[in-house]
């Protein structure tokens, strides 16, 4: 298979409601699609930089100067037998694992196709639907936080995480707990913590949540060693994990007992399926986290999740927990048992609006 042309794109997509974590607020998305042409095959794909390097060190902008400057020349025109071939040919950069994971996705769905299988199916999935929570941002007020808690219970999310911060945290928890004793629940720091607040964090404990996900530094595998130590709660690490390497080592010195995987995050599938097999010989279980993704990213998320040792509910909502209108057909919807079901057409399984895709284009190159 030869990548012969790459259409890159930048869309402005409103979420419907703002959503806060520790590192800032977002409501406009950016995000970067590719459409890789390969022998008659599209390949779409969505890279998960952000519009700031405030979540991860990569951004919208960097992502497309070093697609286009670097890895979309150091791979365009070549035979590539696999996926490894692409990988191989984009290690002399080092880094940009959101930009390179662009082009693995785009790639993966091309083979899906190709071979006349789902991407889920290509992959090795053995599920047909996945289970889903919802991430709910940090609020202004406790009031405004149940309405949305109540909201997606009512809409049939069986899990809920929140977001906390020094000064939203071991209080909104205790307020959930009186409220709802018995509900899946789990917090996500986004890094805001350092090992001092270890008292804090161990307070954590009282409140039977499924995890604790990033609390600490992205890269401080030590200290969240140090912390898990001293925690009951399962600590998650989510921007900790940039490769199998990481994932390998944070397992060595016991820094998490779960594993956050987004595709786009760690390089794409083939990295995404290291991660996954040699968690589940640690006997770490995985799930599916979300970057609030259009439809691509999510259909790209979905069908990764389907693999055996994601044993949790994944932050891959519905299409209308995010969008007035997603850009893909059919939508995600909320099926029975708070599940998505798993694109089973060929490739991505879903159909992009291109109609739509073209009105929200702020950006657009083609590299032929
Ligand atoms: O449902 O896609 C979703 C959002 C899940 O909380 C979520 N994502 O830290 O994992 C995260 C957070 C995030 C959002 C990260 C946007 C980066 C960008």
């Not at 390497?245 to 820094?255: D, P």
């Not at 770490?284 to 040792?309: D, F, Q, Y």
């Amino acid at each position: 298979m030869k990548i012969e042309a790459v259409e890159l794109r930048v869309l402005q997509m409103r979420l419907l409601r703002p959503f806060r974590t520790s590192f800032g607020v977002q409501q406009d998305r950016f995000p970067l699609l590719l459409r890789l042409q390969c022998e008659g095959i599209s390949g779409w794909s969505e890279c998960v930089a952000g519009e700031g390097p405030w979540y991860s060190s990569e951004t919208v902008d960097g992502a497309w100067g070093i697609l286009t400057q670097y890895l979309i020349p150091a791979v365009r025109g070549r035979e590539l037998a696999s996926v490894e071939d692409l990988e191989r040919l984009m290690r002399p950069v080092r880094g940009h694992r959101m930009a390179k994971a662009a082009l693995e996705m785009g790639l993966s769905g091309a083979f899906a196709e190709a071979a006349q299988k789902s991407l889920a199916s290509w992959l090795g999935g053995v599920r047909s639907s996945v289970e889903t929570g919802v991430s709910v941002g940090i609020q202004a007020n406790l009031e405004s936080l149940f309405q949305q808690i109540e909201e997606h219970l009512s809409q049939g999310y069986q899990r809920i995480k929140i977001k906390i911060e020094p000064g939203w945290d071991l209080d909104v928890l205790a307020a959930i707990r009186s409220r709802y004793p018995e509900m899946s629940l789990m917090a996500d720091a986004n890094s805001a913590y350092d090992l001092d607040d270890a008292p804090r964090l161990r307070e954590v404990d009282h409140y039977g949540l499924l995890m604790l996900e990033q609390p600490l530094t992205a890269g401080d595998l030590l200290d969240h060693a140090a912390l898990q130590a001293q925690m009951a709660t399962d600590i998650c690490l989510d921007e900790s994990i940039e490769d199998s390497r990481a994932a390998r080592q944070a397992i060595q010195v016991g820094a998490c007992r779960v594993i956050n995987i987004k595709p786009g995050r760690v390089g794409g599938f083939a990295e995404s399926r290291r991660i996954h097999d040699l968690a589940a010989d640690a006997g770490i279980p995985v799930w599916c986290g979300g970057m609030l993704e259009t439809g691509i990213g999510r259909a790209a998320n979905v069908a990764l999740a389907s693999l055996p040792n994601f044993k949790l509910p994944g932050d891959l909502s519905a299409s209308d927990r995010y969008w007035a209108e997603d850009i893909v057909d059919p939508p995600f919807e909320l099926a029975e048992g708070g599940t998505v079901a798993v694109p089973y057409r060929w490739g991505l399984g879903v159909r992009v609006k291109m109609d739509m895709v073209d009105r929200l284009t702020v950006r657009r190159e083609v590299i032929s």
